[in-house]
């Protein structure tokens, strides 16, 4: 297996069609992570809170994957549902909050093509991918260098493996983050 690592910078305040180069791990870029107008993403977004959007752009200009906060009533203020909307024939997949955890990891879980799938935050600034239980990849940030580098573990026949994914993974944690401390200030 070649190695399977993506590395991009991480902004402080990612202001709508601003983008971001993702790079391989030869240094090539392979597409743009870009936070847009859920009315300009080229897939459905009508379930998707409007200025929560993000995608996945390659080389070409065509967005690959999307991703956003599912549009919901108060109570999803405090357990969001993220909704990722892949280009390809792949499912949306949903991930929801954990209760109570938001507020103190970040931990979402889903399903994709019947499979359990879990994203949650460790002790080590890390991210962590497992599909039924198994680490499939983790993703690496420090909040003072401001790298961010997804790296894969196990491959699947899923897109959590991806590169689309992978990225805009980290951005629904930065979505997470910022919206949680906000919350923990009231």
């Known amino acids: 297996m070649q190695n399977q690592e993506w590395i991009f910078n991480d902004i402080l305040f990612f202001s709508s069609h601003n983008s971001v180069p ?5 240094g ?6 870009e936070r847009a107008d859920a009315k300009s993403i080229e897939v459905n977004t009508d379930h998707m809170r409007t200025g ?6 390659d080389m070409h200009g065509r967005t690959r994957m999307a991703m956003g906060v ?5 109570h999803r203020r405090l357990r969001y549902h993220y909704m990722f909307q892949p280009c390809s024939e792949e499912e949306e997949i949903e991930l929801r909050d954990q209760i109570f955890f938001p507020y103190f990891r970040f931990h979402v879980k889903g399903h994709i093509n019947d499979e359990q799938l879990e994203i949650y935050e460790n002790r080590h600034e890390q991210l962590i991918v497992r599909c039924e239980k198994v680490t499939v990849a983790t993703i690496t940030f420090n909040n003072s260098g401001w790298k961010v580098s997804a790296s894969v573990n196990k491959i ?3 897109c959590v ?8 993974a980290y951005c ?4 997470n983050d910022f919206e949680s401390s906000d ?3 009231l």
């Open 22 to 26: 993702v790079y391989n791990h030869g």
């Open 28 to 33: 090539e870029t392979i597409g743009l992570l």
């Open 52 to 57: 929560d959007a993000y995608r996945f752009k």
């Open 70 to 74: 599912k549009k919901g009533k108060m």
């Open 156 to 158: 699947q026949d899923s």
């Open 161 to 168: 493996t991806t590169p689309e994914f992978l990225t805009l």
């Open 172 to 175: 629904m944690f930065r979505l």
């Open 183 to 185: 919350i923990k200030t």
